[in-house]
């Protein structure tokens, strides 16, 4: 008996989701995706397993990427791009560009949970960040999504932006 193949409903959730561009850009910066890769894998002869198939398992990568998640598995298990088979992929966020997200099966990227959020910023050897000041760095870029701020615009380039300004 075959296994089932993506839906193209499902398939067209996960291109939308992505816009065309690499999720994962472990070895890009933003190529054209045009592998769909199965976080959760199908195994030979492919899975039976539910939710294999649901836009919550599923990456939307370049080929690049493709091949570096399969090569380096124990990173992209770090960073949510390979899960174990009896991991949910609705509950085990994956790193999306410069961000870490949870994907549901509507195709939509959730923001995690502020609990979750300080608890994956605690580790930064573990999640690939060279030296904590790396990781600082990248914390601060991000942890607007988590902390209500006032907006304010920017007297460089005029935009108004989330991130709290430097002291002057």
């Not at 890769?37 to 397993?49: A, D, F, I, N, T």
């Not at 990456?59 to 992209?76: M, N, Q, S």
């Not at 609705?90 to 939509?108: F, P």
Request: a positive charge.
């Amino acid at each position: 008996m075959k296994a089932k193949q993506i839906p193209k409903r499902v398939k067209d959730r996960v291109k939308e989701r992505s816009g065309g561009i690499c999720e994962a850009r472990v070895a890009c910066q933003g190529a054209q995706a045009v592998q769909i890769h199965h976080r959760r894998p199908r195994g030979m002869g492919g899975s039976r397993v539910p939710g294999t198939n649901e836009a919550s398992n599923l990456l939307h990568l370049c080929l690049e990427c493709h091949l570096w998640v399969e090569k380096h598995r124990l990173d992209a298990a770090d960073n949510g791009w390979l899960l174990k088979q009896e991991q949910d992929p609705t509950k085990v966020s994956a790193v999306i560009g410069e961000s870490r997200w949870r994907l549901d099966d509507n195709g939509d990227y959730l923001p995690l949970a502020y609990e979750e959020w300080q608890d994956w910023k605690g580790c930064y050897r573990k999640r690939g960040f060279k030296n904590k000041s790396v990781a600082v760095a990248w914390i601060r870029r991000n942890e607007w999504r988590y902390i209500p701020q006032e907006p304010y615009q920017c007297p460089t380039c005029g935009m108004w932006h989330l991130t709290s300004r430097e002291a002057s």
